[in-house]
C-alpha cells in the first residue's frame, strides 16, 4: 500500500480544460507505475488505458455513471431532432447535473465543442467515483481512465474536423441535388 501513497503524490495532476497537457504515452506511464504497485493491479491498468473493462468493484458504478451519461446525451440528440418515441426521453430531472451538462454538450455551436462538452460529463463522473480515495487502486484506475480520456482528446485535430465535416456536407449536397 506504501507503493500508491509514493506513487500518487508523484503523478502530475491532470486536466481536461483547454491547454491541459498530456504528461506521459501509455508506455511511460505504465513504466512509471511499474514497482510501485502489484503486477495483477498494473495488468489491470494497462487494460482500462486500452479501452478494457476490469474485474473491481467500481466498475459496475462506472459503467453505470457512462451509460447515464450516453443516454442523457441521446435523450437530448433526439429531442433536437423531433424524435418522441420514448426509447429515447429520459425521466431524468432536466435539473441534474448530468442533464445540464449533456444538454449543453447538444447545443454546442460544432462537434469539437460538442466533444469537449462530453469529455466534461466523463471528468466528472470521475471525479464523483474518487472522492476520498487518494492512494489506492481506485484512485490509480481513475488517474488511468481519465489519461485515457487526454490521449482521446488530443487526438483531435481541428484542421482535420473541419475538413472531414467540409467533404461530408458538400457531399449531402450534391445528394440533395440529385434527390431533386
Known amino acids: 500500500m506504501n507503493g500508491y501513497y509514493y506513487l500518487m503524490t508523484s503523478l502530475p495532476t491532470l486536466s481536461y480544460k ?3 497537457e498530456v ?3 501509455k508506455e511511460t506511464f ?3 507505475i511499474d514497482g510501485f504497485v502489484p503486477k495483477k493491479d498494473k495488468k489491470s491498468i494497462e487494460d482500462l488505458l486500452n479501452g478494457k473493462s476490469i474485474n473491481a468493484p467500481f466498475m459496475k458504478q462506472y459503467n453505470e455513471m457512462c451509460s447515464s451519461i450516453q443516454r442523457a446525451v441521446l435523450h437530448y440528440r433526439a429531442l433536437r431532432l423531433g424524435k418522441n ?3 429515447y426521453i429520459l425521466k431524468t430531472p432536466e435539473s441534474s447535473d448530468v442533464m445540464k451538462l449533456a444538454r449543453s454538450a447538444v447545443e454546442a455551436e460544432n462537434p469539437y465543442e460538442s466533444e469537449l ?5 466523463y471528468w466528472k463522473a470521475l471525479d464523483k467515483l474518487s472522492a476520498f480515495h487518494f492512494a489506492d487502486f481506485l484512485s490509480l484506475s481513475v488517474y488511468a481512465l481519465k489519461l485515457r480520456l487526454l490521449f482521446r482528446k488530443t487526438s483531435f485535430d481541428k484542421q482535420k474536423g473541419r475538413q472531414e465535416a467540409t467533404r461530408l456536407f458538400s457531399s449531402y449536397s450534391v445528394l ?4 431533386k
Open 30 to 32: 505504465l513504466k512509471r
Open 117 to 121: 462538452k462530453i469529455f466534461e460529463l
Open 23 to 25: 504528461p506521459f504515452t
Open 18 to 20: 483547454e491547454g491541459g
Open 85 to 87: 418515441d420514448s426509447k
Open 176 to 179: 440533395e441535388d440529385i434527390i
